[in-house]
């Protein structure tokens, strides 16, 4: 078999291509696009002085970025809106890759638009060709960049023509300004609309992957259920947002009246929610077994995430360096079908 063309068959696995800086990677549904197995949630990172409620400041998220190229960590996750619609997640991406400009080619950007940004009349937000388009525009200056690797419809929009939305990205598309497209928070009824419309129009832009809510405690949300299955069956890339559940699926929350102040599940207020009795059970389970095979929680979770079908990269969010060490490994560990078999036990 010829490694760099695989069978369409393969592109319902989790298909492993090469590496960059020792991190396996892997195909971003049916493209030629290969993103890093661990990527980099970035939502958290802004200028938390100025109140945008951010947790992560410039100089630490530089640190990450470098520490990120190093591991091979170089597929990255923003939106335009994250830290009270202040747009600086991207800001910060493109102040690093202002300084750093021989990385973007390294570099697999993915950003989000949807919401309003810039202003308050209805036509400053949804998915109209007037906002579709403002909203990129708007991005890649703050980005600093020609182009986005990666496009994402934040939600559904309801109310805009689907064709209206789509061949406004159909055009940005061909004006080289994004070169992919994927979709966000999105059910399987309206990943049925608008495939059926992105075929019924012969468009060559198609959403290649679903970033929606999943962790190994809570799974998929109920609005959204059965979408990685259905990404799995049609070749696209489910791409999870918060893996470790904002933090939940790591050691410090085995105990959660040990919790504080800089742990994010506490500052954000949803400590007592987040750690039900049955999700502390799974939680305590999933602790024994990483404790006997060496690894973190965090770092099984992931590792486990990457072997589902229909799985794409994970993108946790780091808040340190160390996180982002630790997260970065868990793209290189392969679990075999018996220690899969056990994590699958250890969470019904
Ligand atoms: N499409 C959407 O609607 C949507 C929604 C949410 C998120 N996202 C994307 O998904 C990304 C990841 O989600 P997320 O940031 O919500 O949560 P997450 O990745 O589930 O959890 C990240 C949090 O876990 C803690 N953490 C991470 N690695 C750790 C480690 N190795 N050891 C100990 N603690 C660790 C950190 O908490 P502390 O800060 O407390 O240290 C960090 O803030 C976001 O950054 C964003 O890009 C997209």
Redesign the pocket.
Known sequence: MNLLKPHPELYNVAWTTEQFNGMPYRLLGKSGLKVSNVG?????FGYPDTGDGS??DEKTAFEIFDKAVELGVTHW???NR?NNASGNSERIIGRWLRKNPDQRRNIVLAT?IFGGMDGTTPNHSRLSRGNILDSVYASLQRLQLDYVDIL?F??FDPITPIEESLESVEDLVKRDLVRYFAV??FSVKQLNLFRSIEKSKSLRTRILAV???F?LLNGESEQHSGVLQYCAQNGMSFI?????????????YLDPSRAGK????F?EGTLERDTGKELMKKLHKLAALSKELGI?I??LSLAYMLTLPGMGPV??????V???K??AEAGKIVLNEKQRERIKQALT
């Open positions: 980099l949630g970035t939502w958290k947790r992560v996750d923003t939106a994250y989000k994402y934040h939600s966000s928070n970033q929606n809510q962790d999870a947002w918060s893996p470790l559940a904002r933090g939940l699926l790591t050691e410090r800089g742990d994010r599940l500052d973190s965090s770092q993108i946790p969010s780091s808040s340190t160390d996180q982002l630790s997260n």
